[in-house]
């Protein structure tokens, strides 16, 4: 779903569902959602499996031609769908699952909005500091050859330093970005980065849950549209967006393909909390896994939120008195010995 807003994803999909639930022939609908899709990506790839479908291609074996567009999690809903003969219900649970997706993912980006904007002002008036102001203020105050305070003589050090150093810093941080990415490709580093954020304090446990919420939204949805139970533990796992849990997820798959039950194979993983483990019991007892899966995601959904809007509810204050700090640091600095200038002449 690279190529395509999850905004436009949704609306298609909302649509379909709709027009399919008329009992209209597949290949007229697509043609008609083709002319009425906004994205250049997105109609394209209609248009494309509009005339895939009228030469009697499956449905679901079309979307599957356009993998940035359509997930495995959303062809295998599709296909599900068709197989029972409710394609018109697995499409309205897909675009209810896309919508939350989307909720959440704006809620998110609104949540860190402000402190990114914080960050980038700060960076925009230091460096604005560093080299256009003081380099002049400077100049004025060898000219005037008076003795500069000490608060003045730190900053301009720190300026001079940073106007030096600024070119190394950012090689600096080439080089580790570098690094990173041959770590990543060449010695299994997002594996141990995904497996190690997770334990990292405060913001550890927003990545958790974040990743737990992915999991158990995409298992729900897939078993809701009577996707074999290990089918969809795969592609839970991958949807879930970090590598560590793909892989305690792919042990948990294997346990389950041996016979075991699903809530006793995720017990034996701490990454899991308990209550997951009783939920999926209980959904196993009594036969509704998908009933039980789903108000569960909601549940860590919903802490999600919560735990975003609490972190950077702490964080933005700090944020903005830091840069009230700095920031009247630098200007006292540059304008105590004008004022201390002033002063000498009105005597």
């Not at 569902?17 to 597949?26: A, D, E, H, I, W």
């Not at 704006?106 to 402000?114: D, G, I």
């Not at 604005?128 to 100049?139: C, N, T």
Request: glycine share 6%.
């Amino acid at each position: 779903m690279a190529t395509v807003p999850l905004v436009h994803l949704s609306l298609f999909t909302i649509q379909l569902s709709s027009m399919v639930k008329g009992q209209l022939p597949l290949d007229q609908v697509l043609a008609s959602l083709s002319q009425e899709t906004q994205h250049k990506a997105l109609r394209a790839a209609v248009e494309d499996m509009t005339d895939d479908v009228r030469y009697g291609m499956e449905f679901s074996e079309a979307l599957s031609m356009h993998p940035k567009i359509f997930d495995d999690v959303y062809v295998n809903t599709v296909r599900a769908g068709m197989i029972s003969g409710r394609l018109d219900q697995s499409l309205a649970r897909l675009s209810e699952f896309l919508i939350e997706k989307q909720r959440v993912m704006q809620q998110v980006r609104q949540a860190m909005t402000y402190p990114s904007l914080i960050l980038f002002a700060f960076i925009g008036v230091f460096n604005g500091m560093v080299f256009v102001i003081l380099p002049r203020f400077e100049q004025v105050f060898a000219s005037m050859g008076k003795t500069l305070p000490d608060l003045t003589k730190w900053v301009m050090d720190i300026g001079q330093n940073w106007r030096e150093s600024w070119s190394s810093v950012l090689l600096m941080i080439v080089v580790i970005i570098g690094c990173w990415v041959i770590m990543n490709y060449l010695f299994n580093g997002r594996y141990l980065w995904h497996r190690f954020r997770g334990k990292l304090p405060v913001i550890g446990s927003v990545w958790r849950l974040a990743a737990l919420t992915a999991f158990l939204k995409t298992l729900g949805v897939q078993l809701q549209n009577e996707v074999p139970l290990i089918h969809s533990l795969e592609l839970a796992g991958s949807n879930s967006g970090n590598i560590y849990l793909d892989e305690l997820v792919q042990s948990i798959t294997d346990d389950v393909r041996r016979g075991g039950n699903l809530a006793s194979a995720i017990g034996r993983h701490a990454f899991f909390p308990r209550i997951v483990q009783q939920m999926i019991l209980t959904g196993e007892q009594s036969g509704n896994l998908s009933e039980l899966i789903l108000p569960t995601a909601s549940y860590y959904e919903n802490m999600l939120l919560l735990r975003i809007q609490t972190i950077t509810g702490l964080i933005n204050p700090v944020l903005t008195i830091t840069m009230a700090i700095v920031i009247g640091t630098m200007m006292m600095a540059t304008f105590l010995p004008v004022f201390d200038l002033s002063t000498a002449m009105s005597r």
